[in-house]
């Protein structure tokens, strides 16, 4: 038994972001401008892109990425159903259509073939969602949207520092991709989001959309070399990312290397000592790619280990440790029963894989021992 309860995510803070933070409240200019300018840049040249655009939320990064890709009300968006609903929300609040394809069972991605028979005539686009940091398998879906002249916009909210063939970062594979800084994120920003991309045109009209459409950036109004006159050519919309958010991101930026090596450390202790657990299975990793470890999923077999899911979950908060579900599959929530009439049994792989899926502490803050006192506990509770 722990005596301390050991978090399912922490945000690792250090006196550097706070730096930045005390720094951008002294300059007296607290919303987006210089910090979030100086975010964008250095996050672009991280990734490998031309342009980024931060935003407010992933949601608001997916939402802006499904209109400058010309999505319109009655197109068709094919997705994951296991992810969380906004991947899924945000096609619906366009007057989309979200259509689901089953994932694979050793990764937990979106199943490339399954996608390929859920597209039809009025498929405009697919939005892959790189499960626990590990990306979905681009090639394939690269290949069915070039034939079948389909957008991709990746959903890389667990993604941030994943590289797919070794060399390429997850940002540069797909034509748009979206990142989230909420705190349990390989980085924050306590609350944010960004967009990378190499068309300019988008870019420039992604920055308007942001910002209720104006001609030039609200906060250059205020400055000395602003103007005050501006106009909207569309209605927009308020997803800015401020300076006060920004700030902490720019000093987890320069740590990302840091923090995705603990990630990756704590990872690879969890695999070896969890191989010794019958009934406990980690995920697949796909040959090539690298995963940044946003989170530790595993599948519990029941018959196997010898309780299900929930108990585990509860018995682990007793030894005071903290765990997650990820995720609910979105087609089983009630307001997507209601609207689409998705049912359980629509998408079996990613039903089996939410009936035994629990997510196991992991943040850069863990030790060594946090994680074999993990390891311990499941150990004991596979032999009751």
């Keep these: 038994m722990r005596e301390s309860f050991l978090h399912f995510s922490q945000p690792t803070i250090t006196r550097t972001e706070i730096a930045e933070v ?30 980024a655009v931060a935003v407010s939320s992933c949601t608001a990064a997916l939402f802006l990425s499904l209109i400058a890709e010309g999505v319109q009300p009655g197109d068709e968006v094919i997705t994951t ?43 405009r686009a697919v939005i892959p969602v790189h499960y626990s940091g590990q990306p979905c398998d681009m090639a394939a879906l690269t290949d069915l949207a070039r034939r079948r002249k389909l957008r991709i916009i990746e ?12 060399k390429r970062r997850v940002g540069s594979l797909g034509n748009l991709t979206c990142f989230s800084f909420f705190p349990t994120k390989n980085i924050t920003t306590a609350e944010g989001g960004l967009i990378t991309l190499n068309d ?13 459409g104006m001609s030039k950036d609200g906060w250059k109004r205020y400055a000395k070399e602003g103007a005050w ?26 740590r990302i290397g840091e923090i995705n090596s603990k990630r990756r450390k704590l990872a690879e202790h969890y695999i070896k000592r969890l191989a010794e657990i019958p009934g406990i299975r980690t995920v697949t990793l796909r040959p090539g ?12 077999d029941k018959a196997v280990f010898g309780m299900d899911r929930n108990r585990l979950i509860e018995e682990l908060k007793k030894r005071n440790i903290g765990t997650s579900v990820h995720f609910i599959p979105a087609h089983l929530q009630p307001f997507y029963r209601n609207t689409y009439g998705t049912k359980k049994g629509d998408f079996p792989r990613a039903e089996k894989a939410f009936e035994g899926i629990v997510s196991l502490p992991l943040f ?14 499941l150990r004991d509770l596979a032999s009751k």
């Design 229 to 254: 006159y501006y106009e909207v050519h569309e209605a927009g919309y308020k997803f800015n990312l401020p300076d006060l958010c920004a700030a902490v991101g720019v000093a987890q930026l320069a």
């Design 22 to 51: 005390v720094k951008t409240m002294k300059s007296g200019w607290l919303t987006t401008g210089a910090q979030s300018r100086r975010f964008e840049e250095e996050f672009a040249a991280y990734i490998g892109v031309r342009h």
């Design 364 to 377: 850069p803050g863990m030790s060594i021992r946090d994680a074999d006192d993990v390891v311990a506990a």
């Design 81 to 123: 159903p296991f992810t969380f609903v906004s991947t899924a929300n945000v096609i619906h609040h366009l007057g989309a259509v979200p259509v689901f394809a089953d994932i694979d069972e050793e990764t937990w991605n979106i199943d490339p073939e399954a996608v390929a028979r859920a597209v039809t005539r009025k498929t």
């Design 155 to 166: 959903d890389a909210a667990h993604a941030f520092g994943a590289t797919y063939d070794g």
């Design 200 to 212: 300019g045109r988008k870019a420039r009209r992604l920055v308007k959309l942001r910002l209720h």
């Design 289 to 300: 790619a690298t995963s940044s470890w946003h989170i530790f999923p595993v599948w519990v």
